[in-house]
């Protein structure tokens, strides 16, 4: 018993160092960067793009690259509050006020609840939440939960299948390892068509980790509480509290955790303009735990 054990922490000491020398390595082939990549890029960052390729240094290499190259254009860590405050006003995505039991932030998405049209700026909006569930994740805790509603869902407001392809290309190729679990609470007959072609945009990872949980299906059910407390669990989980979005607080949580964003960034100048200009502030959340 002794030898097994001894052999154990062996091998995890020799898998923490092969991962710390892949982390050095992939450092290395990246080569010197600048600016908010730099913030970006830190060891954390560089293993989590590590784990998503499954340790394949020139596999994690190009997928970082793409998304400091995504990151330089798109500009994530500069969308504001106000920019993208209508897609939030029927609370189709928002942070939930609870964490789960591993004190992972939780997102609340609600399809049926969508608002818009314009998928472009529905992508901002996401990537917005996105950041600031990351943001707001407690320290040690790389990770975020999702739960996902599909009250008021019908044939006429399901999403678009390039949305759904958007988000997943979102999710998937610029925010590795950042989802823990994403539970689909008793959707209805009308998703399982539309789940036949997403799942297929769907990476091994990503998908294991899509739990489908139905109300009479008491191990859907009971998994999805070994994550969640049923105090904090919103009714419309199978829980026992009470679940209701207000805009105009969520709107002033959101610009306080702008000036956050804007001091790591090191917006501060900037936030103040907004502050005198607009409703929110022109700073984002931060993708570094």
């Known amino acids: 018993m002794f030898l097994w054990r001894n052999n154990t922490s062996h091998d995890q000491e020799n898998d923490s160092l092969q991962h710390e020398s892949k982390i050095n390595e992939l ?7 600048s600016g908010h990549s730099l913030q970006f ?10 784990d998503a390729r499954n340790w394949n240094v020139d596999k994690a290499k ?29 609370g189709k995505i928002y942070r939930a006020n609870f964490h789960d039991r591993q004190g992972r932030t939780v997102l609340i998405l609600r399809p049926g609840m969508q608002n818009t049209k314009s998928i472009d700026n529905q992508m901002r909006h996401l990537t917005y939440l996105i950041e600031n569930a990351i943001l707001n994740l407690p320290e040690g805790q790389e990770q975020m939960a999702w ?4 009250t008021g869902l019908s044939i006429n407001n399901t999403p678009p299948i390039k949305s759904a392809r958007d988000t997943v290309n979102i999710l998937q190729n610029h925010y590795p390892e950042r989802l823990a679990v994403a539970f689909l609470y008793n ?18 990872k990503t998908f294991q980790k899509v739990k489908f949980v ?38 002033k949580l959101m610009t306080e955790d702008d000036a956050k964003a804007a001091s790591f960034w090191g917006f501060d100048k900037k936030l103040q303009q907004a502050v005198n200009g607009h409703h929110g502030a022109d700073g984002a959340p931060s993708p570094v735990s």
């Not at 450092?27 to 960067?33: D, N, S, Y």
């Not at 739960?147 to 599909?150: R, S």
């Open 187 to 204: 959707p209805p007959r009308i998703f399982e068509a539309f789940w036949k072609i997403v799942k297929y945009f769907l990476d091994a």
């Open 27 to 33: 450092k290395a082939t990246i080569g010197p960067l």
């Open 62 to 90: 190009k997928m970082l690259e793409e998304t400091i190259k995504w990151r330089s254009t798109y500009k994530p860590e500069e969308i504001c509050w106000h920019e993208v405050a209508v897609e939030g006003e029927t």
């Open 147 to 150: 739960l996902i509603d599909f």
């Open 41 to 50: 890029c830190n060891d954390a960052c560089f293993r989590r793009y590590l």
């Open 214 to 251: 139905y109300p009479k299906d008491n191990d859907s059910v009971e998994l999805m509480r070994s994550y969640f407390d049923d105090e904090n669990l919103p009714t419309e989980f199978g829980g026992r509290a009470i679940l209701k979005y207000d805009h105009e607080e969520f709107s």
